[in-house]
């Protein structure tokens, strides 16, 4: 299995890593299937994620999507991270094996869950994203 320069290089060096105590949004998604486990932590100030760190427990490429993800949703407004998609990150890495996708549908659906979280927290209904994660079929994360 062969991965680029890039998921090589989140794999062995990830950015945002560790927890966030004073996080105000945290999602944790699983895929039973494979054992990944995706948990991240938001900080939100005026709908902008002005910070972000993540803990996953998986392979290298559940790793590297991970890290790239949270580079990605770093600074942006609430709603440009909802747009985030799995295609995205993984286009950002340079591609990923076929058999590693499912690695970065969780690295947007742990997004998802951290911001339906921030909003539920706000009193704000999470329903519209929530909706998005329970139809997630390409991986079996619930």
Not at 9 to 20: D, I, K, Q, R
Not at 51 to 56: A, I, N, Q, R, S
Not at 57 to 62: T, V, Y
Not at 115 to 140: K, L, M, N, S, W
């Amino acid at each position: 299995m062969m991965y680029s320069a890039k998921v090589m290089e989140h794999f062995a060096s990830p950015h945002n890593v560790g927890e966030m105590p004073d996080a105000n949004g945290v999602g944790e998604v699983g895929n039973q299937k494979c054992g990944d486990i995706m948990k991240m932590y938001i900080k939100v100030e005026n709908n902008v994620i002005v910070d972000v760190k993540f803990l996953t427990f998986g392979c290298g490429a559940a790793i590297a999507t991970s890290s790239m993800a949270t580079d990605l949703i770093k600074g942006q407004p609430l709603s440009e991270a909802l747009k985030l998609t799995n295609k995205a990150v993984v286009e950002a890495l340079d591609g990923l094996p076929a058999v590693k996708l499912h690695c970065s549908v969780l690295a947007e659906q742990a997004i998802k869950a951290a911001i339906a979280d921030y909003y539920r927290r706000q009193g704000i209904d999470p329903t519209p994203i929530v909706g998005e994660i329970e139809d997630c079929e390409a991986c079996h994360c619930h």
